[in-house]
């Protein structure tokens, strides 16, 4: 492998895993990159999938007093997540990653319209949250099942939609949003790369250099997104949603 195609795959790693960390979107860098080199859609799906694993996961000590906090509130949301994540892979593996290469632009914009109304959506909604006094309600968690089976079989804005779902479940800080979030996608992770790994369609060689960057990237990304004003890393996030969806929209990925 040329040097100039590892600092390639390496710098895509780096945007997309500090990107995913802070907002979701990795896969606007890393994905059409390996493309670029040359791998086929279905083995850049598999392989861009296995290396932003770290990302999140990386992620996550920066968010430990939000994850303490989070409590056992969690293993709820994790565990629809990674069951979806097993489903999604599956289905693509079965069934290849058409319908879903079509489908991506519209699902980007509307996750990012979603994501931009859920808060006020949820305060419409707060009473039927007191009144349970459950977070992790069966509609909300179906929702995040659906989502994690998309997570699974492509990915790409899964950050801005799984944000969305967990902001109308109720999550409306958006530090403990954003680590409850990267703790599902790392539970959506996990088995599909098992999947994928086991399926002998993700070129190891492009994703452990783009892994490498990932992991760099995440865990960076995690740390400076707690530091910027909550309301400029909203609407940080809901232009870049925008910005995807038009990319996607022209480039027809």
């Known amino acids: ?33 390996l493309i670029l080199l040359g791998l086929s859609p279905l083995v850049a799906n598999a392989t861009n999938f296995v290396a932003l694993v770290p990302s999140n996961m990386a992620a996550l000590p920066a968010f430990r007093s939000e994850l303490r906090q989070l409590g056992r509130s969690i293993l709820i949301p994790v565990f629809v997540g990674s069951v979806g994540g097993l489903t999604g892979a599956l289905i693509l593996i079965n069934l290849g990653g058409g319908f879903f290469a079509i489908a991506v632009p519209y699902l980007m914009g509307a996750a990012t319209i979603l994501y931009a109304v859920a808060p006020h959506i949820r305060k419409a909604i707060s009473h039927i949250h007191r009144a349970d006094g459950n977070r992790n309600s069966p509609g ?37 949003t954003n680590a409850l979030k990267n703790a599902v996608i790392s539970a959506i992770s996990i088995f599909s790369v098992l999947v994928y790994g086991l399926s002998d369609t993700v070129s190891w060689s492009h994703a452990l250099i783009m892994m490498a960057g990932a992991i760099i990237g995440g865990y960076s990304g995690g740390a400076v997104s707690k530091h910027i004003p909550q309301k400029a890393l909203r609407s940080g996030v809901i232009v870049f949603g925008t910005f995807l969806t038009i990319y996607y929209f022209v480039s027809g990925v």
């Open 1 to 33: 492998m040329d040097y100039w195609v590892v600092i390639f795959l390496f710098g895509a790693g780096l945007a997309g895993g500090g990107l995913s960390a802070v907002a979701g979107g990795a896969s606007f860098f890393t994905f059409p990159a």
């Open 140 to 176: 909300v968690m179906f929702l995040l099942f659906v989502l994690s089976i998309y997570g699974g079989y492509f990915g790409a804005g899964l950050g801005q939609i799984v944000m969305a779902a967990l902001i109308l479940n109720g999550y409306d800080d958006f530090h403990i």
